[in-house]
Each structure stands twice: as C-alpha cells, then as structure tokens.
C-alpha cells in the first residue's frame, strides 16, 4: 500500500541520543517521575529535537491508511468553527473518512499537545486553524510526513496548503465604508488577541490612517461575548465620548453592543454606528441588522477537506493557496 507517512522515531532513537535504555525511556514515558529530574530534561529535550510521535495504532497499521483526519480547532464553543466543520464533515462523510476534533483555547503549547495526540492516533491528514506554531508541532509534522491544510487566513504564511480570505483587506474595506457613510471616531474592539484580530486591527489602523483619521482600539485577551460588548462600549464611552462608529473583530461583541446601544438609548445608526465580523445569521435577524463582513466558512471546510484528501490520495495540487472571496454587509446599522 503506497503511503506518504514517514517512519517515524523509535525510542531506540530516543535512547541513544541521551546514551540510556531503551527500558529507561519508557519509564518517563509511562510517569516523568520514574526518573531522575536531569533525565527528565535530557529525555524531553530528545523528544523535541527528534519530534518523537508515541503510535497508539498498532504496527501493521503504523504505515496503512487509518481513514481519519485530525482537526484543530482553537474554541469549539465559536459558531465559526462549527460552520467549518459543518463542512468538512460534507466532504469527509462522503469520502469515508472519520474526524478527529480537538481544540487548543488559543494556545500554541497545547496545540502542541493536540497534535501529538492526533498523530499518534496515526492519522492521515491534519487541518490546522492557526499559522504560530511550535518548532515542536512544525518538527513532529514533518516527521509524520501528513499532510497539512491552515484555514481561515489567505495571507500569512502556511507550512503547505492554505484556504480562507484576506483578514486585512476584508477588514479595510469595510472601515472604508464606515467612513464613506461619514463616520470620523471609529473605534476597534478587538478579544482574544489571536492572530487573526491583530490582523484585522491592521486593517483598521491602515483605512483609518489613510484617511487621515485617528485609530483607537480597545482589547483584551478575554473570549469575546455579549457581555464584553457591553463593557468595551461602557469604557468607551468614558474614555471617548465623540465615538461614532464601532468596529468590533466578530458579530458576538457586536450584538453585545448592539444590545447595550439599545438599553441604554443610544440610536444606532444615527448616533452610532456599529459593524461585526462573520455575518452570522442572528445579528440579519436583529433589530437593526447587524453590518458585518460574511465569511465563507461551509465553502472553506469543504474546500479544505477537498484539498487535504487529494494529497492524501497523492494527487498533484495545482492551486496550494485559495483566497475565498467575502460579502459586505451593511444591514441597518451602519
């Protein structure tokens, strides 16, 4: 059976970079703590260095196809994702592949962990939301020899195949539209600080400068929410009373502040006009309709599943990197 998978290293490799057992090795395997703490760090550091992957499929299986892909996901509670996987599972279901789901929390020392899981599950392909990894996550998929697709991003820079659209244009453009409607003090709410909202926040900052406006952003490592919404336009408000016009990095803190706007008695648009990220299908049935800017995400789960099981099946790919267009939309509150 032909198969792109590598062999991979033993802990006979392990063993003989740091000149112990074989036996030793999988003693701190099985419980750190069975071994001295200076072997500990020579042990982990050989783990690293050789991107050791352990194999929970058994040998006659370590080189056949396992008809599963891995999906790291960083948040399984964000609407986003489930669309996405909504449509990998399209693709996936019908090619009779199984999926593997984790998630990371934003988190590039627990993607780390998420990885090596999956791949010693002895996967066949891994979807990867993130571009920062860890050297160690970068090693281990090399060694595995899977192949690799990054979503949501179509820009930065990818280990092989990427799919999704352009987080600063898409985000300029619609700065750009806020300020053609004649807003002056728009403001960026930005949660998480994933890469992704940093992105974005350029985005903002460049349409802003180039039109000889003053950018101000409000952010926070928190996960977005309603709540959060609502705080930032407190703050906001406080801190900058002449804010007309807010952007905010996804439609959660958007309706947040849609909904504070309207407790309060502020009229949106005329007083202040307020733009989400996703375009989610709850803030089209708001009252105003939420402005956001559409992201293809059941087209960019097929897409990537798509291509992922073409290069499985050693299929040549003729286009590694798809930028997928987004839709403008200015509801009723822009």
Do not use: W
Not at 244 to 253: A, M, P, V
């Amino acid at each position: 059976m032909s198969s792109n998978k590598k062999r991979r290293p033993g802990l006979q490799e392990i063993a003989n970079l740091v000149g112990i057992s074989k036996m030793t090795v999988s003693r701190f395997l099985r419980d750190p703590k069975l071994v001295s703490e200076s072997l500990q760090l020579q042990i982990s550091s050989a783990i690293d260095k050789l991107g050791y992957i352990p194999n929970k499929a058994p040998d006659m299986l370590s080189n056949a196809k396992s008809h599963a892909i891995g999906v790291v996901f960083p948040s399984l509670t964000n609407q986003v994702f489930a669309d996405i996987l909504k449509g990998i599972e399209m693709v996936s279901d019908v090619q009779g592949y199984q999926t593997m789901i984790t998630h990371t929390g934003y988190n590039a020392d627990k993607e780390e962990l998420r990885v090596r899981s999956l791949l010693s599950y002895n996967i066949d392909g891994l979807i990867l939301t993130e571009r920062i990894h860890n050297p160690a996550t970068l090693k281990m998929i090399e060694i595995s020899g899977v192949p690799v697709v990054e979503i949501m991003d179509s820009v930065s820079p990818c280990i092989d195949m990427a799919v999704g659209f352009d987080n600063f244009t898409a985000t300029k453009n619609m700065i750009h539209r806020m300020i053609n409607k004649g807003r002056r003090y728009i403001v960026y709410f930005s949660a998480r600080q994933d890469q992704r909202s940093i992105i974005r926040q350029q985005g903002y900052e460049k349409a802003m400068q180039e039109a000889g406006l003053m950018p101000k952003t409000l952010a926070t490592k928190e996960a977005s929410s309603y709540d959060l919404g609502a705080r930032f336009l407190h703050q906001i408000l406080k801190e900058y009373p002449c804010v007309d016009g807010i952007f905010s990095t996804n439609d959660d803190l958007a309706l947040g502040v849609l909904l504070e706007c309207q407790r309060i008695g502020i009229e949106i648009p005329k007083q202040i006009a307020i733009v989400g990220f996703h375009g989610h299908k709850i803030g089209q049935y708001m009252n105003p309709k939420l402005a956001s800017i559409h992201t293809p995400r059941i087209e960019m789960g097929k897409i990537a599943t798509e291509l992922l099981l073409k290069r499985i099946n050693g299929e040549n790919i003729a286009e590694k990197v798809i930028d997928l267009p987004v839709e403008y939309l200015d509801g009723e509150s822009l």
